[in-house]
């Protein structure tokens, strides 16, 4: 082998997720060749997990780490370190500070039960324990004027408090303050004052909205996160910058866009989704200028799986989200998560009955077939035990598959408890998995009013093309796309979101009554902050910014986002886009019904430059497939010896008919029988469901 580096165009794009199971990198050059790496996740330190697979990378790439990172003019980081910190309970010892009353609003949580017929589940454990939730008299009134001033002293008792209890990080929520901050602001330098601590979390400055319990829950979780998310990150941030790297490292919000370590430091509660909606940027990637950009996302990785809808090239966003139980006002991108990937473990319950996840083996010790030490069956040992993948390496060598301790993880674990063979334990956890993924798709598809047979289902992640024609199938779609860098999907989408900042401001009115000057004076605010922001990220020549209002019925609690068709109000027309959208959520409108405009949004976004996407020549002579070897498809078609094709000799223009095996560098895609793949314009594996193109 010789020393020389690998030809590679500078200066190119990084992109790096830490999901459950791998940390993925993605190298885009700026010819537009791509290169992925793929390492096993570090649960205890995800930091290290990044610098090993950017060893990797500089590795195989024959560059020195420096002079990998020398030569990155962008690198985007897609992490659940804020998510990992909620759900392990890792956090801070937070206190908060409220406004006299309302001590108590964090646990009566409005008495919302996400099942209202079960009243027994206890709710999660508060945050903030009663004694360190710390009223503080002053009021703002309804329409933001000062009733009665801020009691210091108040504070300062409870800043004794704090230090005494050895709290790490404040939360600051006082009554109408997204209607006027000076209490919060007042709050924060009287606690800078008696307080040693550094981390002080206002509810005004990080999601404005109106509602006391959930702009609080968020204020509390953003301090519970914020000291081991922002030391991770500036920590990160200057390791990489020490190692060569020239800019500062970006990172993937909930929202689906990227935003500066500056920027988000003091509001890492918008990155709990950090590493799942950057398949916002992936899916706009997959979209051609000859099809429409309608696309359900089913992102299967080793620990769960994540669905996202595309709607003509627009993902929801929502200010309402729900993490272990804790309610956040946030902007987040509509995802829907369901325990079920390639580690998922199946298990037998005290019924005899046979249970596929929701828990998973993670990456350590992972599958049985891993041979780290796991001892449960899950979905990629019955792969392996099927013959759907090949026993060997896997990820292009980042682990290797034994299918003996496969097998006996399933007979003893499984089948022997069944009463039934190897082969048909393993193929019932195939089918379980696939009913549970066939339901995760349904909720945010046809429970919100879409049409699968207008979508095209995308199998991502690394075990996600395994399930793309059988999910695709079941659901009614007649396309299925599973991309070639099915394995490294959300690294891949980092390299293709914008920057994206999201302002909002209260604004109460009749939609066909506004006070226009007001309405404009409001968007005319929001608009620079949004460009302030930016500009300091870099975009102060070629920033753009969307308008969008939050309309609802009279008497409704729950508003409708609409856009403003180019940044111009006309209530008109705001009032078709509601009805259009109300209609398809709810199934009904009220015709002539008064509306309600209750927020003001801008939505600020900073766009990179793309990198040209390589054209592979088409293929000239039919491909060969590398090897036949048995195969178990379906309980109709059952065992068979089918081929199987390395990717590589698949080109553009190809087209094979299935039931068939495509085996890629860091994933495996099965194509069901009758079914007809074919390799698209973008390269990528289009399957036509059925046959029927």
């Known amino acids: 082998m010789t020393d020389q580096p690998i030809l590679l165009v500078a200066p190119w794009r990084i992109g790096v997720d830490v999901g459950g199971t791998f940390t993925d990198m993605v190298l885009c050059d700026s010819a537009g060749a791509l290169h992925i ?127 005494k209890e050895g709290v790490d990080s404040v939360a600051v929520c006082l009554f109408n303050s997204f209607l006027n901050s000076k209490h919060e602001y007042d709050a924060q330098a009287a606690l800078a004052k008696y307080w040693p601590g550094d981390w002080i979390s206002l509810s005004s400055e990080i999601m404005p909205t109106m509602g006391e319990y959930e702009r609080g829950s968020t204020a509390v979780m953003n301090a519970y996160v914020a000291p081991k998310v922002t030391r991770y990150l500036n920590a990160l941030d200057k390791q990489l910058r020490e190692l060569g790297l020239p800019g500062s490292l970006l990172m993937l919000q909930s929202n689906g866009g990227a935003v500066s370590v500056a920027e988000v430091s003091n509001r890492p509660v918008m990155l709990v989704l950090s590493g799942p909606a950057a398949a916002v940027g992936a899916l706009r990637g997959c979209a051609t200028p000859e099809s ?35 309610h956040l006002t946030t902007p987040s991108v509509e995802i829907h998560t369901v325990g079920a990937g390639g580690g998922t473990i199946a298990w037998v319950d005290p019924a005899g009955l046979l249970n596929v996840g929701p828990q998973g083996a993670g990456a350590q010790p992972g599958p049985a077939s891993y041979g780290l030490g796991g001892e449960h069956p899950t979905v990629t040992d019955a792969q392996l035990v099927l013959g759907r993948l090949r026993a060997g390496p896997l990820a292009g060598g980042a682990v290797r598959l034994d299918l003996d301790l496969a097998g006996r993880a399933i007979e003893t674990k499984l ?31 046809i429970e919100r009013g879409h049409n699968p047979a207008n979508f095209t289902l995308v199998a ?19 396309r299925a796309l599973l991309p070639r860098a099915a394995g490294a999907f959300c690294a891949m989408g980092t390299l293709k979101s914008d920057v994206r900042q999201d302002y909002l401001q209260v ?58 068709k180019a940044n111009v109000f006309d209530a008109f027309t705001a009032r078709q886009a509601f009805e259009a959208e109300h209609q398809r959520l709810f199934g009904h409108i009220q015709p002539g019904g008064r509306l309600e405009i209750t927020a003001l949004r801008v939505v600020g976004r900073g766009g990179f430059e793309v990198s040209p996407t390589p054209v592979r020549m088409p293929h000239q002579e039919p491909p060969i497939p590398r ?67």
């Open 37 to 163: 790496f793929k390492t096993p996740s570090i649960t205890a330190d995800p930091s290290e997990g990044v610098l090993n697979v950017l060893r990797l990378a500089a590795g195989e790439l024959r560059l020195a780490l420096p002079a990998l990172l020398r030569d990155c003019a962008l690198f985007v980081h897609g992490s659940t370190v804020a998510t990992n910190t909620i759900l392990e309970k890792k956090g801070a010892r937070v206190g908060m500070l409220t406004s006299q009353g309302f001590r108590d609003s964090l646990e009566i949580r409005r008495g919302i039960r996400e099942n209202q017929w079960d009243h027994r589940s206890p709710f999660p454990q508060v945050l903030v324990p009663r004694y360190l939730r710390q009223p503080v008299r002053g009021r703002i009134d309804a329409d933001g004027t000062e009733l009665a001033p801020l009691a210091v002293e108040d504070v300062a008792s409870a800043a004794a408090l704090f230090v």
């Open 507 to 564: 604004f109460v009115a009749d939609l066909d009554k506004t006070d226009r000057g007001a309405l404009e004076a409001g968007f005319t605010h929001l608009e620079t902050k949004a460009f302030n922001g930016l500009a300091r990220q870099g975009f102060a020549k070629n920033g753009i910014v969307q308008r969008e209002i939050d309309l609802r019925y009279e008497g409704q609690q729950w508003p409708v986002r609409v856009a403003l």
């Open 460 to 478: 991502a992640g690394g075990a996600g093309p395994m399930h793309g024609s059988a999910v695709a199938r079941a659901l009614g779609c007649k």
């Open 292 to 326: 429409s950009a309608n696309f359900i996302s089913m992102e299967i990785g080793g620990t769960s799986c994540d669905v996202m809808v595309m709607a003509n090239g627009d993902v929801p966003v929502s200010d309402q989200l729900v993490i272990d139980g804790y």
């Open 627 to 693: 090897q036949r070897r048995p195969v178990w498809i379906d309980s109709t078609h059952g065992w068979q010896d089918i081929p199987v094709y390395d990717g590589v000799d698949l080109q553009p223009g190809s087209r094979l008919s299935g039931p068939l095996l495509i085996e890629e560098r860091t994933t495996t895609a099965f194509i069901g029988p009758g079914d007809v793949v074919e390799v698209d314009t973008a390269d990528d594996f289009l399957v036509h469901i059925g046959g029927v193109a």
């Open 415 to 445: 089948a022997r408890p069944l009463g039934l063979s190897i082969d048909a334990a393993a193929a019932g956890i195939i089918r379980l998995l696939e009913q549970n993924l066939l339901h995760a798709v349904e909720r945010l598809s």
